[in-house]
């Protein structure tokens, strides 16, 4: 849970997203918001995993610093640690035929487990899938500065809400047009990649929807 000063609350265990709308001073605690930002854009996963990672190296710095050692040596140090572990990551990792099918469907399944929409009457498999590859999300846009809307009575509030459904329903309705029937979204740091709103409308319109890409 972050509490903005703004008094926006939000939930969410996506270590992305919580660093993204952490406000840091600190060069070392901004440099691992930045690294977790690329991890995202990089791969679009593995980013709480980077911190993790990076706040070890830094407190392992710190005390090997705090004996004495010069900061050139843990520099040096710590550039011989990543080329080991890319020895030690190569040495682990499995060939791969790409003409296996079989191997290529086990390999997509196992990561995309986890990330299938079960929206309520919307379908969990496809054949003959049509899939459309999007780098779009399917929620309200948000302005690029932070921004404060005061509703005064329910008329506008309602007109708010009617707006937002018109234009969810708007994107549905031009993914459907193509004939999709799988949707992959792209994980967003910038705002939600998807709402209840718009996963009730796309199952709606049978299109199974895969999150978190």
């Known amino acids: 849970m972050i509490a903005s000063a703004n008094g926006e609350v939000v939930i969410i265990n996506d270590g992305a997203t919580i660093l993204n709308k952490m ?105 003959n899938a049509k899939i459309v590859v999007s780098q779009f999300q399917i929620s309200p846009p948000k302005a690029d500065i932070e921004q404060s809307i005061v509703v005064s009575d329910y008329t506008q509030m309602d007109r708010i809400l009617r707006e937002e459904r018109n234009y969810i329903l708007g994107m549905v309705k031009k993914i459907k047009a193509t004939g999709c029937n799988v949707l992959p979204i792209q994980k967003s740091i910038l705002r939600d990649a998807v709402t209840d709103l718009s996963l009730h409308y796309l199952a709606k319109a049978k299109i199974l929807v895969i999150k978190d890409i």
Do not use: F
Request: charged content about 20%.
């Open 23 to 127: 406000e840091v001073l600190q060069p070392a605690a901004k440099m691992l918001v930045d690294l977790s930002r690329y991890q995202d854009a990089a791969a679009g996963d593995g980013t709480t995993t980077v911190v993790v990672l990076a706040g070890s190296l830094l407190r392992r710095s710190l005390s090997v610093l705090s004996a004495g050692v010069h900061p050139t040596a843990v520099s040096d140090a710590l550039h011989r640690l990543s080329l080991r572990a890319i020895d030690v990551l190569h040495g682990m990792a499995i060939p791969l035929d790409l003409s296996d099918r079989d191997a290529l469907a086990k390999s997509a399944a196992t990561s995309l487990n986890s990330k299938v929409s079960h929206s309520a009457g919307g379908p969990t498999r496809v054949e």
